[in-house]
């Protein structure tokens, strides 16, 4: 029989499965539905509900389970063998609440496989809707609980992160106070990924470290709620919050439903999920202090992988629980593809082979020229008006300011992760931009470490199904190695190893200290907290 498992990502736009065969070290099935394509009824765009005010981003928990029961449906009708597969687990969009009443753990207990899960989970919602990170509807709740931990520092210290609109404590506060009674019909509070896995085993399921970690409530070195996050949300919310565990920890065997609907093996478990951007931590094969993943896209990300929880305390990166047991961070800039587009676009570069022999044709360092590519308001450094700034940078010369976008982006990536206290060893570059060596090796040299080019297709589904595989690993009594587990899974593209010149190192390591007073001085005095 072969070894099978099961991950699953409920994303914002799309559920998905990875089938991975552990012997075979092998992805041997991968199917996605698009939420707006496959169930239009619930009338989502991009998997969101229209909504009058264009801060408030909500979906719908019930499309959400719709799309669990036609993706088993799916797997069946492939020919998936799901009476193979050993467990299961997954991955969600993170930060989404689902607010569920005293009828929900009853509901789930007794899921009726002649009824459709939609059928089943009638009546269990206090509040039909679910806010989702992309809402940013929460200043004045994300202010308050600020106030109330203490500024920016000191929520970031206790919680991992500063209050973000998006994050579950302020949406919680938000309802808490505009629908007071609906609040208090409130029995439980789950994320997206502790909801499905909810439906999947028929019982309320923990949040794990990863997902809990960006709630703005858990205590991120303890790794229990924080009694004080609780305070300073919403009252009576310990009693609303299931328990948080391990990334690793069984939930319990799958619901009968599966069993008798789809063909799951009685004994199949299901463990806890997390969310996407741990589970893709595992899915890139971040297992390891200082192995770093680069995510070249809209928006360029900088996911990191540290033993020793180090908080930033501008608050601008996050801190979530890695599902090794260790942490990860996530920081986001947002001039990433579109900024090295305009400037591609602006000196009439008509594609990136011209742009990487730009880069190519101009010596690293760029004689001391230096570009803020702010065009669009910046995540990191915090940047509320957009502004593109030159220091000792001709203007009119096409080659240099091509050099000076991507010296930029790799120089800020550098500065705004040394509060990690942890410098890379290796970096993972993906997504779009990955495919130009001439960025991988300016990466290269301001990172001063070898890049690789990973492509992972799914790493959220993938990661999900690798904790899968070491969840039950575990259960069985073995000591499983991460490395074992993601062996063959995870591995970058071959020859694809960029290694930093040492002497555009040394440009770099002086070069980076006048970037951060250019900064220093293109930037607001910090705001007071
Ligand atoms: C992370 C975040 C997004 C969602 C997307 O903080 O908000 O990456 O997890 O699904």
């Given at each position: 029989m072969a070894k099978l498992f099961l991950g699953l990502d409920s994303s914002t736009q799309s559920v998905s499965a990875v089938v991975i065969d552990c012997d075979r070290r092998k992805v041997v099935y991968e199917k996605s539905l698009n939420f707006d394509k496959a169930l239009p009824q619930y009338g989502t765009q991009n998997g969101v509900l229209p909504h009058p005010d264009p801060l408030v981003k909500h979906s719908s928990p019930l499309m959400w389970a719709e799309a669990l029961d036609r993706l088993f449906a799916e797997m069946k009708k492939d020919g998936v063998v799901l009476g193979e597969i050993l467990a299961i687990s997954g991955s969600g969009q993170q930060?989404?609440?689902?607010?569920?009443?005293?009828?929900?753990?009853?509901?789930l207990a007794k899921l009726n496989p002649q009824k459709t899960l939609v059928e089943n989970l009638h009546g269990i919602f206090s509040r039909p809707t679910s806010p989702i990170w992309?809402?940013?509807?929460?200043?004045?709740?994300?202010?308050?609980i600020r106030k109330k931990l203490g500024g920016i520092?000191?929520?970031?210290?206790?919680?991992?992160?500063?209050?973000?609109?998006?994050?579950?404590?302020?949406?919680?506060?938000?309802?808490?106070?505009t629908e007071p009674d609906a609040y208090d019909q409130t029995a439980s509070i789950a994320l997206v990924s502790s909801f499905m896995a909810s439906l999947?085993?028929?019982?309320?399921?923990?949040?794990?470290?990863?997902?809990?970690?960006?709630?703005?409530?858990?205590?991120?070195?303890?790794?229990?709620w924080h009694p004080n996050a609780l305070n300073a949300t919403a009252p009576d919310l310990k009693k609303k919050l299931p328990p948080l565990a391990e990334s690793w920890k069984i939930v319990g065997a799958v619901s009968p439903y599966f069993v008798k609907k789809f063909g799951l093996n009685p004994e199949a478990q299901t463990l806890v999920w997390s969310g996407d951007n741990p589970c893709s931590v595992i899915g890139l094969g971040l297992i390891r202090e200082g192995m770093v993943a680069i995510s070249l896209g809209t928006s360029d990300t900088y996911f990191g992988s540290m033993k020793k929880c180090q908080t930033d305390e501008h608050g601008e990166g996050h801190v979530f629980g890695s599902p090794t047991g260790d942490y990860m961070t996530l920081i986001c800039f947002k001039n990433g593809s579109l900024a090295r587009e305009k400037i591609r676009?602006?000196?009439?570069?008509?594609?990136?082979?011209?742009?990487?022999?730009?880069?190519?044709?101009?010596?690293?360092?760029?004689?001391?020229?230096?570009?803020?590519?702010?065009f669009e308001a910046e995540i990191v450094p915090r940047v509320n008006q957009p502004g593109i700034h030159r220091f000792d940078l001709d203007e009119k010369d096409a080659a240099a300011n091509c050099r000076a976008i991507v010296e930029a982006q790799m120089m800020t990536m550098r500065l705004h992760s040394q509060?990690?206290?942890?410098?890379?060893?290796?970096?993972?570059?993906?997504?779009?931009?990955?495919?130009?060596?001439?960025?991988?090796?300016?990466?290269?040299?301001?990172?001063?470490?070898?890049?690789?080019?990973?492509?992972?297709?799914?790493?959220?589904?993938?990661?999900?199904?690798?904790?899968?595989?070491?969840?039950?690993?575990?259960?069985?009594?073995?000591?499983?190695?991460?490395?074992?587990v993601v062996a063959g899974f995870t591995?970058?593209?071959s020859n694809s190893e960029i290694r930093p010149n040492p002497k555009a190192a040394r440009v770099y390591d002086q070069l980076i200290k006048k970037y951060a007073a250019c900064e220093r001085k293109a930037l607001p005095p910090p705001a007071k907290t």
């Open positions: 930060h989404g609440s689902i607010y569920l009443n005293d009828r929900a753990a009853g509901a992309m809402d940013s509807s929460t200043a004045a709740e994300c202010a308050e520092k000191a929520t970031a210290q206790l919680t991992g992160s500063d209050t973000f609109e998006r994050f579950t404590g302020p949406q919680i506060r938000k309802f808490y106070k999947l085993a028929g019982k309320i399921a923990p949040i794990d470290h990863g997902d809990g970690a960006g709630m703005n409530l858990m205590d991120i070195r303890k790794k229990v676009d602006a000196y009439g570069i008509r594609d990136w082979k011209k742009f990487g022999a730009a880069l190519t044709a101009t010596p690293p360092g760029n004689n001391g020229g230096i570009l803020l590519p702010w509060w990690m206290k942890v410098a890379p060893g290796c970096i993972y570059a993906t997504g779009g931009a990955s495919q130009d060596s001439p960025i991988l090796q300016v990466m290269a040299d301001v990172m001063n470490c070898p890049v690789l080019r990973i492509e992972v297709s799914k790493s959220a589904a993938l990661g999900a199904a690798l904790r899968a595989a070491h969840g039950w690993l575990v259960q069985t009594g073995e000591k499983p190695k991460w490395e074992q591995d970058p593209v």
